[in-house]
């Protein structure tokens, strides 16, 4: 049975997201993504399994060595995904920052 990882328990680690930001600008190999984090490579390994199997980060085999670098479209997929909860809060702060200000301006003509 294949089991398929939830893109959001992944990028729900704290370490999973670093290794995504370390990875954004240019590809790394998986010695150079664990040399930045104090864990046994294992661990790093397991995360960037993980990301791999989410398709957050993709590899490419250069020679010996197996290269991560980010999935863009992966990454858009997830950005459209929370672009309406991104605009439902923008439109509900916007509209309280309006009352504040309204709150704030009969405040002042108060006193």
């Known amino acids: 049975m294949n089991l398929r990882r939830d893109v959001f328990q992944a990028i729900a680690d704290p370490t999973r997201r670093a290794i995504l930001l370390l990875v954004a600008s240019h590809a790394m190999t998986a010695g150079a993504i ?53 605009n439902l809060w923008d439109d509900r702060f916007n509209k309280l920052e309006a009352i504040m200000k309204n709150y704030t301006q009969k405040k002042e003509e108060r006193e």
Request: one cysteine or more; a negative charge.
């Open 34 to 86: 664990a040399a930045n984090f104090d864990t046994a490579r294992p661990t790093v390994s397991k995360h960037l399994q993980i990301l791999t199997e989410c398709e957050l980060l993709k590899q490419e085999q250069t020679g010996r060595e197996i290269y991560y670098h980010l999935n863009g479209q992966k990454m858009k997929e997830i950005a459209d995904f929370l672009e309406p909860f991104r």
